[in-house]
């Protein structure tokens, strides 16, 4: 694994991120451009809230790959929150070398840290080296069935 620092994202970070999501997370671009100025308005936003948490990996001085750890209050199991991962993507120059599994493991620390009694997490990807990606990371593909329901933009 190279040089690799995990930490919250900052408000510089918003064009890296931009170049990290599209297209490495996702083929679908938004259809409007992006004003980067908002998109650091949201992440200097997230860092006055513990519980919602972007994450990037720094490899070598470049943010190589991110996820996003959300802590959510919960009424059942004992009034323990659960956490919501998504948005987990790695610049595809830096996959295989470990960088996401350490990032995973740095969210579910998170998770743990707030007292999370479970840590979840979807994926659109049908891709068998995805979906062991995350098996390999603990998560179990198999116990729940996952919906989402889209709306326009």
Known sequence: ?????IRRAAPGDAEALHALYYPHLS????????????WSELIRKFETDERYNILVAEADGAVA????????ENLTHN???YALIENVVTHSDY???GIATAL??????????FGCYKVMLMTGSKLESTL??????????EEKTGFIKHFEE
């Open 104 to 113: 995973m493991n740095r969210a579910c620390e998170l998770a743990e840290s």
């Open 27 to 38: 083929n679908y671009p938004p259809k409007e451009p992006q004003d980067m100025a908002r």
């Open 1 to 5: 694994m190279p040089n690799t620092v």
């Open 79 to 81: 009034m323990r929150p």
């Open 65 to 72: 790959a991110s996820v996003t750890v959300t802590i959510i």
């Open 132 to 141: 062991n990606f995350y098996r390999q990371c603990g998560f179990d593909g």
């Open 95 to 97: 996959r295989k070398r």
